[in-house]
């Protein structure tokens, strides 16, 4: 496992559950391939809004987990396993 480390892994995750949301998301309109966008979302439906006079900040995060996410995850995992 040499020249390998934690950065190579994070993005090859990244890029599979990118990829893998993407297809997901294109796959929705084929009939047959619907199944890859199921899935869940989690995360919070309203921004928190934080106001400090002259700066306002605000926090929001989802998350989207689907079928052809967890698909692209475990190529990723792959992809490292053999570079």
Do not use: C, H
Request: net charge positive; hydrophobic share 55%.
């Amino acid at each position: 496992m040499k020249g390998k480390n934690n950065w190579t892994l994070f993005l090859l995750l990244l890029a599979g559950v990118v990829l893998g949301g993407f297809l997901g998301s294109l796959a929705q309109s084929v009939a047959w391939l619907d199944w890859l966008n199921y899935g869940q979302t989690f995360g919070l439906q309203n921004p928190i809004v934080l106001e400090l006079g002259i700066l306002v900040l605000t926090f929001g995060l989802t998350i989207k987990i689907t079928i052809a996410g967890i698909i692209g995850l475990l190529v990723g995992i792959i992809v490292y396993r053999y570079i």
